[in-house]
């Protein structure tokens, strides 16, 4: 059974820090393209970044660069998203999922990932 854990969100004041921990298990971590993405309400899917297998080639969105930093450790197959310096405007459900071979990297849409998680809310307000 393929599952998707995440964890870690919560309320945060502006320029204050989280760390969401994403555990999977089911499927084989260590060979698929992890990815973060987010939704805040009434809009869209938002892809925030993606790293590979290896954990050295990573992929960031314009508001992440610089502020977030994804990583993995396959060997306890988890999934982080370092958050920094966080705004009002990062308030949404972050998702992890894993990225269906061959497709974007930065994709924003939900069919091009085949495992979700459940989703953790984070609230950036003072």
């Known amino acids: 059974q393929v599952q998707l854990v995440e964890s870690g969100g919560g309320l945060v004041q502006p320029g204050g820090s989280l760390t969401l921990s994403c555990a999977a298990s089911?499927?084989?971590?260590?060979?698929?393209?992890m990815s973060w993405v987010r939704q805040a309400p009434g809009k869209g899917l938002e892809w925030v970044s993606s790293l590979g297998t290896s954990g050295f080639v990573n992929n960031y969105s314009n508001f992440a660069e610089g502020r977030f930093t994804i990583s993995r450790d396959n060997t306890k197959n988890i999934l982080w998203l370092q958050m920094n310096s966080l705004k009002p405007e990062d308030s949404a459900v972050y998702y992890c999922a894993s990225l269906r071979d061959g497709k974007s990297w930065s994709s924003k849409k939900r069919d091009d990932y085949d495992h979700w998680g459940q989703g953790t809310q984070v609230t950036v307000s003072s």
């Open positions: 089911g499927f084989l971590f260590s060979k698929r393209i």
